[in-house]
């Protein structure tokens, strides 16, 4: 699958949705939304805007979870311990240290996600 993400998760999210291709649609917007939910992170950051911050890291590390990205899921709960300590210092290390785990995992991503855009819109395959 993808290098950063746990397939086992993958699986059992599309057993929980009882449908693979809704979990499978699932990372796939995941992936797609990851630079975005990253720059908003950066922003508030550096913005040292502690409200914007934790809801944009809450975010991020929550959809991490339910793709299997643990790697990106661990580096924003980091992030969410220095952001509640209001400690934006360090937060912004742990800022650039996620950027580093999410352009890997975007690098990863890039075949799985042409491959899936090549499908077109969202319908079940037989």
């Known amino acids: 699958m993808i290098d950063g993400v746990n397939p086992q998760v ?16 699932f990372l796939t917007d995941f992936l797609a939304m990851l630079p975005q939910r990253f720059t908003r992170i950066q922003s508030a950051v550096a913005a040292q ?45 742990q800022t650039r240290q996620l950027g580093d785990i999410v352009a890997r995992l975007n690098q990863a991503a890039q075949p799985f996600s042409r491959a899936q855009g090549s499908f077109g819109p969202c319908a079940e395959r037989r």
């Open 10 to 25: 993958i699986q059992d999210l599309g057993r929980e949705l009882n449908s693979p291709h809704a979990a499978l649609r």
């Open 49 to 93: 805007d502690s409200e914007d911050a934790m809801d944009a890291v809450l975010s991020l590390k929550i959809t991490a979870a339910m793709t299997g990205a643990s790697e990106t899921e661990a580096g924003c709960l980091a992030l969410q311990a220095s952001i509640k300590n209001e400690d934006f210092a360090v937060a912004q290390i």
